[in-house]
Nanobody, 124 residues
């Protein structure tokens, strides 16, 4: 079965960095669009970053542009989220998600597989 396993979350001071990883198995990773979402307490889940199969099309929510970088290694079936200059408002559970349909659908991506989430807490 499909599994997305996130790692790399934790507690960090404001201004610090974390690197999240998501290891995928059971799906054709190299043709899947991958994304990172986050959900803070009392807030809706939001798309943080998205990367297409070729790594040529990247999208970021405005609040993380210039601070976060999404990347993927198709040989390792892994997607990453490098988070720099972290702010307390970045505190959330971060989820990895996959749109396993062949092709790239941009804003019409539909995520059919999700990881269990990893907590990121940024202290002041």
């Amino acid at each position: 079965q499909v599994q997305l396993v996130e790692s790399g979350g934790g507690l960090v001071q404001a201004g610090g960095s974390l690197r999240l990883s998501c290891a995928a198995s059971g799906l054709t990773f190299r043709s899947s669009t991958m994304a990172w979402f986050r959900q803070a307490p009392g807030k809706e889940r939001e798309l943080v970053a998205r990367i297409d199969p070729s790594s040529l099309n990247l999208k970021y929510v405005e609040s993380v542009k210039g601070r976060f970088t999404i990347s993927r290694d198709n040989a390792r079936n892994t997607v990453y989220l490098q988070m720099n200059i972290l702010k307390p408002e970045d505190t959330a559970v971060y989820y990895c998600a996959a749109d396993s349909r062949r092709g790239y659908y941009g804003d019409r991506s539909l995520y059919d597989f999700w990881g269990q989430g990893t907590q990121v807490t940024v202290s002041v």
